[in-house]
T-cell receptor
Framework: QKEVEQDPGPLSVPEGAIVSLNCTYS??????FMWYRQYSRKGPELLMY????GNKEDGRFTAQVDKSSKYISLFIRDSQPSDSATYLC??????????????FGGGTRVLVKP | DSGVTQTPKHLITATGQRVTLRCSPR?????VYWYQQSLDQGLQFLIQ???????AKGNILERFSAQQFPDLHSELNLSSLELGDSALYFC???????????FGPGTRLTVL
């Protein structure tokens, strides 16, 4: 079983809809949670970074973390065709022997149709 | 643009060869990370350097090695290349070891 599970999609939504993405994880040592956006064959772009349970909002993006359930979510409001990409969740633990390497989910491919 | 630069963008080589990938972190970032992205394995952590010293290792093959230089740029050396080493190789950087990581554009390696 992978440490981080993410539905590969594709997730197809009409323009203007809310995109809902999520990841589950099994390692309770994970303390820091990130969402990245990756366009085809490009470098991952950091969207959201959080380290506590609860919600964090940034523009059209809202990240939710529920450490008790080991579940994180990303919501994208008013989705645009330019949001079509693969979204990767990533997690890391506190610094220690493992450093703060990121463990990634497999990514969810999102298609926003005009 | 994340501020992290990687060269070359593309690399095509033959099995058994050796290549060097280069990464320059964002200005002020002391930590550099290397990741490999393949279709079947996704994004996998290889190795981390902090201010010139190795900090953490992932599932990095013995044929692979890296270093971080005094000017903080880093190089990833891949030797005795095999077909299965074909992948995207990303470098990321962060200010210290507990901050968010910013990724470069990657180097696409094709081993024929």
């Amino acid at each position: 079983q992978k440490e981080v599970e993410q539905d590969p999609g594709p997730l197809s939504v009409p323009e203007g809809a809310i995109v809902s993405l999520n990841c589950t994880y099994s390692n309770s040592a994970f303390q820091y949670f990130m969402w990245y956006r990756q366009y085809s064959r490009k470098g991952p772009e950091l969207l959201m970074y959080t380290y506590s349970s609860g919600n964090k909002e940034d523009g059209r993006f809202t990240a939710q973390v529920d450490k008790s359930s080991k579940y994180i979510s990303l919501f994208i409001r008013d989705s645009q065709p330019s949001d079509s990409a693969t979204y990767l969740c990533a997690m890391s633990g506190s610094e220690g022997a493992a450093g703060n390497k990121l463990t990634f989910g497999g990514g969810t491919r999102v298609l926003v149709k005009p | 643009d994340s501020g992290v630069t990687q060269t070359p963008k593309h690399l095509i080589t033959a099995t058994g060869q050796r290549v060097t990938l280069r990464c320059s972190p964002r200005s002020g970032d002391l930590s550099v990370y290397w990741y490999q992205q393949s279709l079947d394995q996704g994004l996998q952590f290889l190795i981390q350097y902090y201010n010139g010293e190795e900090r953490a290792k992932g599932n990095i093959l013995e044929r692979f090695s890296a270093q971080q230089f005094p000017d903080l740029h880093s190089e990833l050396n891949l030797s005795s290349l095999e077909l299965g080493d074909s992948a995207l190789y990303f470098c990321a950087s962060s200010v210290s070891t507990l901050n968010e990581q910013f990724f470069g554009p990657g180097t696409r390696l094709t081993v024929l």
